[in-house]
């Protein structure tokens, strides 16, 4: 099956500094995205689509400046944290789409394990 | 718009039990339903998915979902719960026109009694 890679697994940072995480999709290629937050015990949220070769489309709340998302290439979709701060303390997950078929065409999503960010 | 329901946030079993997890959608076109099941510290796995093929939907690890338009469900079972099924799980929504965006419930937090 499709398989979606993050980078890093977990990190610590301070508050006030940037902190870039990766997501690849490591055997098919993805025009689109999707970066998701996920609280202790929550949901997942989706923060925003991140779009090969356009501007990312965030969700309402999510502010832009701050979590600046890049897809490089049809393979990597980058999200940084800017300035963070404790309260971004989080799970983040990507996900990336592949096309099926069934009775009509339809998007199966593939998840990447995560990132656990702490923010001192 | 679409939403997505679980009812119950917590859920016990005994080990050999039913396991009975209650999904129900809201969707003004004809949805796609997906179960993921997430473990600790980790991204989130396809179970199974309904794709308007088949109203009965077997997936991995022994489970199985039925949709039910009449009752607006997707509630997913398992005859026989094993201690490894302890995880939380996810019903999720998409509509059928190739919008690529998930809407996921609140999560059911599957914890088996030995």
């Known amino acids: 099956g499709a398989v979606v890679s993050q980078h890093p697994s977990w990190v610590i940072c301070k508050s006030g500094t940037s902190v870039k995480i990766e997501c690849r999709s490591l055997?098919?290629?993805?025009?689109?995205m999707f970066w998701y937050r996920q609280f202790p015990k929550q949901s997942l949220m989706l923060m925003a689509t991140?779009?090969?070769?356009?501007?990312?489309?965030?969700e309402q709340g999510v502010e832009k400046d701050k979590f600046l998302i890049n897809h490089a290439s049809l393979t990597l979709s980058t999200l940084t944290v800017t300035s963070a701060h404790p309260e971004d303390s989080s799970f983040y997950i990507c996900?990336?789409?592949?096309?099926?078929?069934?009775?009509?065409?339809?998007?199966?999503?593939?998840f990447g394990p995560g990132t656990r960010l702490t923010v001192l | 718009a679409q939403s997505v329901t679980q009812l119950g946030s917590h859920v016990s079993v005994s080990e050999g039990a039913l396991v009975l997890l209650r999904c129900n959608y809201s969707?003004?076109?004809?949805?796609?339903l997906f179960w993921y099941v997430q473990y600790p510290n980790q991204g989130l796995q396809l179970l199974l998915k309904?794709?308007?093929?088949?109203?009965l939907v077997k997936g991995i690890n022994g489970f199985e979902a039925e949709f039910k338009k009449s009752e607006t469900s997707f509630h997913l079972t398992k005859p026989s719960a094993h201690m490894s099924d302890a995880a939380e799980y996810f019903c999720a929504v998409s509509d059928k026109f190739g919008n690529e965006k998930l809407t996921f419930g609140t999560g059911t937090r599957l914890t088996i009694i030995p």
């Open positions: 055997d098919f290629q993805a025009t689109t």
């Open positions: 996900s990336a789409p592949m096309n099926f078929w069934s009775s009509g065409p339809y998007n199966e999503q593939f």
């Open positions: 991140s779009n090969e070769g356009s501007k990312a489309t965030y």
């Open positions: 309904y794709t308007s093929a088949a109203t």
């Open positions: 969707s003004s076109v004809p949805p796609y």
